[in-house]
């Protein structure tokens, strides 16, 4: 199971999930990623929801 949206192979720091989602929604890759660590200093499993996205979305066409 894939969802249509693919990581970023320009705007990556680990996997290019945040930068996917931005590139996707048309949204600042910075804010996004400030967004996500503060999201995940609240209960909400930050890091464990990374990875599921990582696992999902579809690889960048090189």
């Known amino acids: 199971m894939h ?3 693919r990581r ?7 996997a290019g999930v945040i930068g996917g ?3 996707h929604y048309q949204w600042n890759p910075t804010i996004a990623r ?3 660590v503060l999201i995940s ?6 890091i464990i929801g990374y990875l599921v996205l990582w ?8």
């Open 41 to 46: 200093l609240t209960p909400f499993p930050g």
């Open 21 to 23: 989602l931005a590139e």
């Open 8 to 14: 970023s192979k320009n705007d990556r720091v680990f």
């Open 34 to 36: 400030v967004l996500w």
């Open 55 to 62: 696992m999902l979305m579809e690889n960048p066409e090189y």
């Open 3 to 5: 969802i249509q949206i």
